[in-house]
């Protein structure tokens, strides 16, 4: 069973957005999927309900109580897990997870106040046993990026300069929010202007897949 955690310490920055379309995407791959949703909005778990009549649904669980309970509740035969934590969390919140997690993604945004607020965690992941024998990989997803403006541009250049890998670069576009309201994902449509977005996710599935 593979487990992967999207968590960053800085709210609104794409996270459920990224897990969703991890966990949509193994589904449609076939593989027997469950989404933790950890955060108290919920918002994955309302995704996973609208999705519920497709063949490749995905399993909600509730995950803002107690991570140990959480993690007992996942049925036999889970082939992926992703879990969706509570924004403006920090190392200490995610224990439980970060036992169980073969890899962490954090979405940054293109901005200095995104990027600033999210060194802080980043400082405090590298402190966890798991990350500092390198049993624990960390990936960065520069989000909601603009390619065209200088702005995303020096976002990545100074991303690229931490420790940790930019593992995706995903461009800014208006079909995330249509289609997270819908419960369905990039992955589930083939038009060529979706295939062009799907294509910004292909590096994150690669290294998830190392």
Do not use: C
């Given at each position: ?17 990224i ?16 989404l ?32 140990k ?7 036999e035969?889970?082939?992926?897990v ?18 169980h ?6 979405p ?50 100074l991303?690229?300069?931490?420790p ?33 977005h ?13």
């Amino acid at each position: 069973m593979k487990t992967v955690l999207v968590a960053s310490s800085k709210g609104g920055v794409g996270k459920t957005t990224i897990a969703t379309h991890l966990a949509a995407q193994s589904a449609l791959s076939g593989h027997s999927t469950v989404l933790i949703d950890a955060d108290p909005q919920h918002s994955s778990t309302r995704w996973a309900e609208r999705r519920a009549g497709l063949e490749s649904a995905v399993l909600p669980i509730e995950g803002t109580r107690r991570q140990k309970t959480a993690w007992n509740s996942i049925p036999e035969g889970t082939d992926r897990v992703i879990v969706d934590a509570p924004a403006g969390a920090m190392r200490e919140d995610l224990e439980a997870w970060l036992e169980h997690a073969d890899a962490v993604v954090v979405p940054v945004l293109p901005s200095s106040l995104d990027i600033d607020a999210t060194v802080p965690f980043l400082n405090t992941l590298v402190k966890h046993p798991r990350v500092r024998r390198g049993e624990l990989k960390v990936g960065l997803v520069g989000n909601r990026l603009r390619p065209w403006t200088n702005a995303s541009r020096q976002a990545v250049e100074l991303l690229q300069q931490w420790p940790y890998p930019v593992v995706a670069q995903l461009r800014d576009s208006q079909a995330y929010v249509m289609l997270t309201g819908l419960g369905r994902s990039l992955f589930d449509y083939q038009s060529q202007h979706v295939r062009e977005h799907q294509s910004d996710w292909q590096p994150l599935l690669r290294w998830l897949r190392r």
